[in-house]
């Protein structure tokens, strides 16, 4: 009887040692590791290169917008001032171009036709007096100083005679090429000051970059809002990924590729998901060592998954929880 107990012990302890063994075994292995993210869209912000007061709002929070869509409009009264301005400079620069290519006008070229013809006649008469007055000198009739007079006077006349048919001749020619060029400089750069103005004019009306739901308006109807300051939110409900930090240790389970199943809380659902993106390099520490433990820091990497399914009821902000057991 006593050896019969004394093999009954031992035998019982080892079959409870194994039993504490295999529940401490099924208890680990049913421990979870949980992860939790939060699912994120792509979001386009819109916005004005110019500063002004919103004149009209198309929009509202919760609207459906397609790309190309007009969001709001600014009132820019001192632009449409300068465009006044500069249409004017660039019809004076018109003016002065067509002048320059026209050339002379028709009077012009009468009038210094005239007095060409004018100082021809003078010229002829200069040289006629002068031959007489040269061969009455050449006789001894006439003194020096008259024929020194009739000499003077008639290349006056020539040189006069010259002025007129130079002037004559720009007006039958116009305008020079380099005065034509300069001309044609002065339209091009007024083009170019219409073009600047009015490109800023344009941009007081402002599209939707993206199709999308409007998820914020920042400013009201009334209110002036400054340059590049962004005034309407748009998320592209198509472009959704949920991003986890994960920590070091854990990032052998995660490969490029993947795919998990995550259950939303907020639609009380799963949804496959498939990892798309690993962040190259450590984000933050999310857990410090100290000397007496003896451990080491361990830091997180972001990690990006994107649903499965084309269509699906996520939204930014839902959380998502995967099991990478």
């Not at 819109?46 to 929009?59: E, P």
């Not at 990924?241 to 240790?249: D, G, L, P, S």
Request: charge should be neutral; aromatic fraction near 6%.
């Amino acid at each position: 009887m006593k050896t019969i107990k004394r093999l009954t012990i031992p035998a019982l302890l080892i079959v409870a040692s194994g039993v504490i063994i295999a529940i401490g075994y099924l208890l680990q292995r049913r421990q979870p590791t949980l992860l939790q993210g939060v699912t994120m869209c792509r979001q386009y912000t819109a916005q004005s290169k110019i500063a002004g007061r919103i004149d009209s709002l198309c929009v509202t929070e919760g609207d459906s917008v397609t790309i190309g869509a007009l969001l709001y409009t600014l009132s820019t009264p001192e632009l449409d001032t300068k465009l006044e301005q500069a249409v004017a400079a660039k019809q004076a620069a018109v003016a002065l171009d067509n002048q320059a290519l026209a050339g002379a006008r028709k009077q012009q070229i009468e009038a210094a036709r005239n007095l060409y013809q004018k100082a021809t006649a003078g010229r002829e008469l200069a040289e006629k007096s002068y031959n007489r007055i040269k061969n009455l000198h050449d006789k001894g009739i006439t003194t020096t100083q008259q024929l020194d007079e009739a000499t003077a006077t008639f290349e006056a006349l020539k040189a006069t005679q010259s002025a007129a048919y130079a002037e004559y001749s720009l007006a039958l020619a116009g305008a020079t090429k380099e005065q034509k060029a300069a001309a044609a400089a002065q339209v091009s750069m007024a083009q170019g000051a219409v073009n600047e103005v009015e490109s800023y004019i344009s941009d007081s009306r402002v599209y939707a970059p993206a199709t999308g739901e409007v998820s914020t308006v920042a400013f009201n109807r009334g209110e002036v809002v400054g340059a590049g300051f962004p005034v309407v939110t748009i998320l592209d409900l198509s472009d959704l990924w949920i991003e986890f930090n994960i920590k070091e240790t854990l990032m052998p389970q995660i490969a490029v590729g993947e795919r998990f199943d995550a259950f939303i809380p907020a639609l009380n659902q799963h949804v496959e998901l498939r990892v798309s993106y690993i962040a190259p390099q450590a984000d933050f520490a999310v857990w410090n060592a100290t000397r007496t433990e003896g451990g080491f820091d361990i830091r997180t990497f972001v990690v990006r998954m994107r649903p499965t399914a084309t269509k699906s009821r996520l939204r930014p902000g839902m959380s998502a929880i995967i099991d990478l057991r």
